[in-house]
Structures are given as C-alpha cells and as structure tokens.
C-alpha cells in the first residue's frame, strides 16, 4: 500500500491555484480541484459518455468499454500514479475524467467524420471541443456558461499534449484560440505534472483495455499476440503459472499486470526525469524542454508494437470497418441535413444557429451532433432521414 506522503514541491497546490475566470467564494469543505472533479462529474457531457463507446458501437454489446467507465478507469490509474509521485490527486482525476467530454460518438469514426464536415469552417478537434464543453456548452449555473473551472484544470485539458504554440506548430482550433484571447492558458509551455499524467493514465487505460475488448469480441486471440513485445511474454507466463485458467481470468490477469509493467515504468522514468531537472515548482515543470512524466524509451517502443498490433488487427478488422463506414455516414448525412435546414434543429440550438449554410449553423450543428450518445445519434437519424419514421 502506497502512504499519501508530503505533497512533492513541483506539485500543484489548491491555495496556490491561479482561481477561476468567473471569481467565486471558495467552498467550505472541498478544495478548488475537488470543486473542479465534482462539476465534472454532475454536468450532462459526462452523464452523456456512458452511451459514447470507445471503439464499439455503443449497442453492440453491453460489456464493451464506454467513454464513461474508460474515463473511470483513467482517473484510477492518474490517482494511483499521483500518490507516488506526490501530486495532486483532485486535479489529476478531474483532468482524467474531462478528457473525453468533447468526443463525438462513435469513436474516432464519428470524430473523423465530423472533422471532414468542418473543413470548410475551420475545423473541428476534441480537445478544443471538450474546452468548449467546460467554458461554453454546459449552461447549468446562473452567473455563468460553462462550469467555470479552475486555471489548472483548463490548463490541463488544453494542453495535456504539450505546448500547442511555437516553432512548426499547427494553428490553433478556432474553439481554442477564440477562448485563449480572453483567458490566456500559456498555450507555449508544457502543462502541470498532474495534466501529463493524466495523459499517460489515458495511454495505460486506453492500449491494455482495447487488449481485453478486442480478445472478448473475437477480433483476435491470444496466440496472435504471442510476438507483441511485452503482451505476449506476460500472457506467456500467466499461462504457465495458471495452465488451466479459463479464458476470462486468463484475460485479467495478464491484463492487469500489463497495467502494472507501464506504471511503474512510468513512475521510475518520472522520478529519473525530475532528478535532472530539480524542479522547484509546478512552474520549473512547465519551463522544462520536454515532458517530465514519461515512459522510458523501451516502454515506448513496445507502446508502439502493441499499438501496430492493433491497427493492424483490431482498428481495421473488416467488422469494425463495417461499423464505423455507417457510423461515419450517419454523422455526414445529420450534418449534412441539419445545415441546409437549420429549421429541424431542436429549438433552443436554432437559436444558436444562423442561415443555413453558414458559418454560424455549422458550429452550432458541430456542438449538437457532438454532445450526442450513439444512441441518440442513430435515434436522430432514423428519425430525420427515414421518411417512415416518426419525427419524435
């Protein structure tokens, strides 16, 4: 067990927090990124990930992950890292389960859909969408859109990648440059220890459970992963020491112990890292020339293998392909649809909206069929674009 120790001195610190952009009292029994976590959780776009799936339809199977238990199981895993580390553990799991709020659904098909259907009006990227989410989108309290998080948290959900301004850099997302101009983010520094390891919780989560859905739906078996570096050595062993073991318990078990080979990877190049550079203050961390949470370099190189492996068996298998080609053109037809004809969005996003063909309808159709669950999105097709159906 893993003792909450003295908070590390390149830790982020609720008193020391840059406060919000709306200015509130301060809450009597939470600190302001326990504040940030508990917003998080009770706001619609996180409610709306439990039917937003990761890879899989959301209807194609009841024990595929979600974009809502992948969120859970990350800010597990940024918690856990952050005890040994010293760091704030609030901030890291808000920045955990924020992550996601801007995905569209189905996946990254939906995603890349919506991208396409953009282009002509600047775009559209899931990281700018999830600030929208959190400064815009939600319209909960009464002084203010969005939830009005702290500097720490935005920062972190900007920039959980890295600087995103400088030398040879793309530009900006439209949804992100129209915010920094009145709230600067420091959008040319890394982000807070907190942030970068929320963002390597992501990658454990995010490879070993794909692992675990792919084995279940049948895409590709245990033997295939035999000559994946690292994965089929630990699957190896665990049959060696359980040979009996049936196919579930023989899936977790090596699993799990995937999870536990990248965190203390991950936590070993992390502490060689902050031993060169002695940083000070969170601020010495987003100075540094490069990211201070890191794997090693061979964690890396097998992040690579296995993430080969699963384009090439997983991403691509001709079942997926099936789902995400309809997945794509419901995104395209909705899109489609609801920009020539503004007038079949729900009332309160026609407010929002302009006419039709404009820059103004395409955001706003952008954030509609954005905040939809698969379900709803497959709902709102049949429902628009099947002249038999009913409209509500």
């Not at 097998?302 to 298998?317: G, P, S, T, V, W």
């Amino acid at each position: 067990m893993t003792d909450r120790g003295p908070p590390a001195p390149w830790a982020c610190r609720p008193r020391d927090s840059r406060g919000r952009l709306h200015p509130e009292p301060e809450s009597t029994t939470r600190t302001c990124f326990q504040r940030d976590r508990d917003r998080i959780i009770h706001s619609a776009a996180f409610r709306r990930l439990e039917y937003k799936t990761q890879v899989f339809v959301n209807h194609e199977g009841d024990f595929f992950r979600t974009r809502l238990t992948h969120s859970l199981e990350v800010s597990q895993i940024a918690r856990s890292i952050c005890r040994s580390l010293g760091l704030d553990e609030d901030l890291a799991e808000a920045l955990a389960l924020a992550h996601d709020l801007g995905h569209p659904p189905f996946g990254h098909a939906g995603e890349d859909a919506l991208r396409e259907c953009m282009e002509p009006f600047g775009g559209f990227d899931h990281n700018a969408q999830s600030l929208k989410v959190v400064t815009r989108l939600e319209r909960r309290y009464a002084e203010f859109d969005g939830l009005n998080l702290t500097w720490e948290s935005l920062e972190g959900l900007v920039k959980h990648n890295g600087p995103l301004i400088g030398a040879a850099r793309p530009p900006l997302p439209f949804a992100i440059a129209e915010y920094v101009a009145g709230h600067d983010l420091e959008l040319g520094t890394y982000p807070s220890a907190e942030a970068q390891v929320a963002t390597l919780a992501d990658d454990v989560a995010y490879n070993n459970h794909d692992i675990d859905d792919g084995l279940r739906a049948g895409l590709f078996t245990v033997d295939d992963l035999g000559d994946v570096p690292q994965v089929g050595p630990v699957f190896a062993a665990v049959r060696r020491r359980y040979p009996n073991l049936e196919p579930s318990r023989l899936i977790y078990e090596s699993v799990r112990r995937l999870i536990t080979l990248m965190v203390d990877d991950l936590l070993a190049e992390t502490r060689r890292r902050v031993a060169d550079l002695k940083p000070r203050n969170p601020d010495d961390i987003r100075a540094a020339a490069g990211p201070v949470v890191a794997f090693s370099e061979g964690m890396q190189a097998n992040d690579r293998a296995l993430k080969n492996f699963l384009f090439e068996h997983m991403y691509r298998h001709y079942k997926l392909n099936r789902m995400t080609s309809k997945a794509r053109r419901a995104v395209r037809e909705l899109f489609t649809l609801l920009l020539q004809e503004p007038g079949c969005l729900p009332t309160d996003w026609q407010r929002r909206a302009g006419p039709p063909g404009s820059l103004e309808t395409a955001r706003a159709v952008a954030d509609y069929v954005a905040g939809m669950t698969d379900r709803f999105a497959l709902d709102e097709h049949r429902r628009l674009l099947d002249v038999q159906s009913r409209s509500s």
